[in-house]
């Protein structure tokens, strides 16, 4: 495993980092603890030492299972981030909403309480905004109220999580002094966070979490017009319609793209991110060992040629999937 530095927080993040999505449980069926357990302890001797997850996953079922790893293996041998919900539950931060209907600093310090219970911890190593607007800068209520929890020892950095599909929305923000951190999609698809945000987060020393690397399994190849998944699995709306078949078809162009390079698409994926110097880790979402033993894999220093990425820019996808997930 490699590691990077992420950004001025001087924490030392292994390249690959676990995504705890999937493991919360309630929008992504088909899972188990025990698995989810044998995944973190494998991602752990794997080296990951960088877990996030997030208050809202499973309604704090995710940061249980994280606290359980902590417990088992030592707390201060892992980093753990994780999200503070909007109020108003709405994903994503829609433009002009009050600063005080998302994040009221009351609502931010029962969060963080929230969470340190789940966690079964006493200090939130990153504490991230589930979601994000520019506009909010001007306000200060939010900006006080986290600092008086790092003041407190209750967290020790502040991140914020930026909208899907619109790292343009963070720009500002990327130039401000408050967040040690972002989290913006980066993958092969989507790669517009390179366009602005990323060159911005490398001028200020801003760590760059890169999430869903593998597009919610698109980008895996383990997909096709014919997969199904379970009742109540959020993925039967992200994948609606006829999306698998858009998939299918993108995903085996792609598949052109594999060789000496990367022999799979999972590995391709993975190294596409990782190719990018303003990213600090990739947090890939895993639930079970034989995912994390391949993907920590990946994480052996070796980046993509100019020539393979030149040709994997050709795969930008303008989509927004998650748009079907929000129906406000
Ligand atoms: N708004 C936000 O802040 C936000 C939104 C989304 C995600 N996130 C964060 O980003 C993390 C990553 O995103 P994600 O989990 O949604 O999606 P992702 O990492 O793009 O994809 C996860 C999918 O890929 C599969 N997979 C992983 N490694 C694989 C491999 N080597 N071979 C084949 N399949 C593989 C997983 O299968 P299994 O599950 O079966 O292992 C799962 O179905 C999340 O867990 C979460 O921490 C944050």
């Given at each position: 495993m490699e590691y990077r530095i992420l950004g001025k927080t001087d924490l030392r993040v292994s390249e690959i980092g676990f995504g705890a999505w999937g493991i919360g449980g309630s929008e992504w069926q088909n899972g188990n603890d025990e698995e989810a357990l044998k995944a973190l302890h494998l991602a752990f001797k794997q080296g990951i030492n960088f877990y996030d997850t997030a208050l809202a996953y499973g309604d704090g079922h995710s940061e249980k299972l994280i606290g359980q790893l902590a417990n088992d293996i030592g707390r201060y041998n892992v980093i753990i981030a994780t999200k503070i919900p909007p109020k108003n539950l709405k994903w994503p931060a829609p433009c002009g909403i009050p600063v005080n209907d998302v994040f009221p600093k009351d609502h931010i310090r029962d969060s963080v309480h929230k969470s340190l219970k789940n966690l079964k911890?006493?200090?939130?190593?990153l504490i991230q905004l589930h979601v994000w607007q520019d506009?909010?800068?001007?306000?200060t209520e939010w900006q006080e109220a986290l600092l008086t929890l790092k003041r407190e020892g209750k967290v020790r950095f502040i991140g914020v999580s930026i909208n899907d599909h619109d790292p343009n929305s963070a720009l500002l923000l990327a130039q401000n002094?408050?967040?040690?951190t972002v989290q913006c999609i980066y993958n092969i698809f989507d790669?517009?966070?390179?366009?602005a945000l990323l060159d911005l987060c490398k001028a200020n020393q801003i760590g760059v979490i890169a999430r869903v690397p593998f597009d919610e399994g698109a980008l895996?190849?383990?997909?096709?017009?014919q997969t199904t998944f379970p009742e109540g699995d959020f993925r039967n709306l992200y994948f609606g319609d006829n999306r698998l078949t858009m998939v299918e078809q993108k995903v085996n162009e792609l598949k052109k793209c594999l060789g000496e390079e990367a022999k799979s698409l999972p590995e391709l994926a993975i190294r596409f991110c990782l190719s990018n110097s303003a990213i600090s880790t990739v947090i890939a979402g895993m639930r079970k060992a034989k995912h994390v033993e391949a993907n920590t894999?990946?994480?052996?220093g070796k980046k993509l040629s100019p020539k393979l990425l030149e040709k994997l820019d050709a795969f930008r996808w303008n989509k927004n999937f998650y748009a079907s997930l929000h129906t406000d």
């Open positions: 911890i006493d200090t939130i190593d506009e909010w800068l001007e306000h002094h408050i967040a040690d790669p517009t966070a390179d366009d895996t190849g383990t997909l096709n017009a894999s990946y994480a052996d």
